[in-house]
């Protein structure tokens, strides 16, 4: 879904974050480097890509990416303990991580597969990788994602989460009468399955923008991001935010 939305509209504005934009085609353009990078490391389907990157442009290339090579991204969340992550990545059976060069330090003990994705202009260059067919998926049920649960009743568990899941999310959107230019606010961590809807509802069915904000300072981007039309949140942050004028479609759960 993402891919077709690229091709009908290859020089729209996909993501924001900050001061920095990319288009659709330059945005699977990256994704697709990275995922030959991925096949070339024995990414299949069904098995799981740890991804620790902080909130950026390279965040959603990364997801996109392992979505592209056939597998399932895993998320990690730079505030976890090490020990946490460390946890998940083995009981996942993770064989290949894709990090920013900042946090690879906290990873020495892992001897498996990494590539630095530090910015989306810089992406290492796979040479015939680059050409090779991005792999189709083998059924709608094949792994899309894998996120843990806090851990609070015991150890984390890995819910597994299949395309079709996304797909019904994305599709059932398209009923719902957003406004015509969709500039839409994805301020949720990625660790947390909302995240995928702004994000994969904007990308794959609205052909809008998703203006990236930090979870933690959402006030600030919707105080100096402009021509925001839509965003969603939790009811107790949506209670205390000043929306701006511009916002059109507010979506509220939890």
């Known amino acids: 879904l993402v891919s077709a939305q690229a091709a009908r509209t290859p020089d729209a504005v996909a993501l924001e974050w900050q001061k920095g934009i990319i288009a659709y085609a330059d945005m699977m353009e990256s994704a697709s480097r990275v995922a030959a990078w ?34 399932a991204y895993l998320p990690l969340d730079l505030e976890w303990p090490i020990e946490r992550r460390r946890f998940i990545m083995e009981d996942a059976n993770c064989n290949q991580l894709v990090a920013q060069s900042m ?15 530090d910015h989306v202009s810089y992406i290492p260059d796979c040479g015939d990788l680059f050409r090779h067919a991005v792999k189709r998926m083998e059924a709608s049920n094949t792994l899309a994602y894998v996120i843990f649960t806090s851990g609070s009743t015991g150890k984390p568990k890995g819910v597994s989460v299949p395309h079709t899941g996304v797909v019904n999310l994305v599709r ?39 203006v990236l904000a930090n979870p933690k300072t959402v006030t600030s981007t919707l105080e100096e991001a402009t021509e925001l039309t839509c965003l969603s949140h939790v009811p107790s942050l949506i209670s205390v935010l000043t929306i701006p004028s511009s916002v059109r479609w507010i979506e509220v759960g939890g």
């Open 38 to 71: 991925l096949d070339e490391h024995d990414t299949t389907p069904d098995s799981r890509v740890a991804l620790q990157l902080h909130r950026s442009l390279e965040q959603v290339v990364g997801m996109i990416s392992v979505l592209l090579s056939g597998g």
């Open 103 to 117: 946090h690879m330090i906290e990873f020495g003990w892992f001897f498996q597969a990494t590539l630095r994705l």
């Open 172 to 210: 059932g959107a398209k009923s719902r009468d957003y406004p015509g230019e969709v500039r839409y606010v994805v301020s949720f961590n990625y660790v947390f399955d909302p995240c995928t809807f702004g994000l994969f509802v904007t990308l794959g069915s609205l052909a809008g923008t998703c």
